[in-house]
């Protein structure tokens, strides 16, 4: 069967949005300003994902909350602005996607695509498509495939990654597992390298760490809530664990850190280097389920 069709509105400020539902009352939403995820709900209409009370949803700021894009660098670990800027672009719907093997069971999505631009070509000087599905799974489950082809003639390289800001009822009541044992960078210290050997990970001030060569299961368990986070990533070898607690953070509200925790697969240690015609493939999976 078709999955449903999508509807077309305008979002905040007139910005367009997409909005996806199944036939269970799932939904999710997505601006074509960024290609960003704003929204995900469960079939009682819970809120998954955080969006700050100071967002701007005004080009060519990025959008602080759901799901940003990172792309062609994580960060400000290049010359670029900070994450690169496709979240800074306007995205289109992709009429014509190839074909996704590995998901052909989600229940409803969508495909968008962004190719670069003169101007992007001036910045960085790489000719490239790249591909974004957005599906909701028979179980509810959000997946984002991001392909990224070289359409250029020469090979080139990039990190990436994807910034979900995943909603909990407060911070300092949920774990971060599946990290224990990796080094990380410190990215409140020029990035130095350390050991974390905590089982998991808990939050009493800000914290800003690259986890490096992770498993592709991370968990974040909402004590609160009773409920666990699953966050499944394929083709980003590396993960982010960000809360910025008291630092000032201009576009988010004095409280906005108690409710989200940003738990980013990322592709960083080792950029992705592409040959002509080349796709690399990146695959977030996240999942709500009781908790254990
Ligand atoms: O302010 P942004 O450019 O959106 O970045 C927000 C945050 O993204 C990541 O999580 C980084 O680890 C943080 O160091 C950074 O502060």
Known sequence: THPPPFERTKGINGLEKLIVRDRRGRSFEVYLYGGQV????????????????????????????????????????????????????????????????????????VDLILKSSDADLKIWPNKFVYRLRVALGHG??????????????????????????FYVSD?????????????????????????????????????????????????????????????????????????PWDKKVSDLGVEDYKRFVAVEPVAVEKPIILKPGQVWKGVLQVSVVPRT
């Not at 996607?97 to 409803?108: D, E, I, M, W």
């Not at 959000?142 to 990039?158: G, M, Y």
């Not at 001030?205 to 004590?223: A, C, E, M």
């Open 171 to 243: 911070i300092s009541q949920i774990q971060v597992e599946g990290l224990q044992n990796l080094d990380y960078l410190d990215q409140q210290k020029n990035r130095t390298r350390f050991t974390d050997n905590a089982k998991f990970i808990t939050f009493n001030s800000q914290l800003d760490r690259l986890y490096l060569r992770t498993p592709s299961k991370l968990r974040i368990v909402d004590h609160n809530k009773k409920k666990t986070i699953v966050v499944r990533k394929e083709g980003y070898a590396d993960a982010v664990v960000w809360n």
């Open 140 to 165: 509810g489950d959000l997946t984002l495939t991001s392909r990224v082809k070289n359409s250029d003639v020469k090979p080139f390289n990039f990190t990436a990654g994807l910034h979900p800001y």
């Open 38 to 109: 704003t929204s995900w709900k469960n079939e009682k209409g819970d809120e998954l994902l955080f969006m700050s009370t100071k967002a701007i949803f005004e080009p060519p700021t990025p959008i602080r909350g759901g799901i940003p894009l990172l792309f062609p660098q994580y960060s400000n670990t290049g010359p670029l602005p900070s994450h690169g800027f496709v979240r800074q672009r306007f995205w289109e719907i992709d009429t014509n996607p190839p074909p996704l093997p590995s998901h052909p069971y989600s229940s409803a999505h």
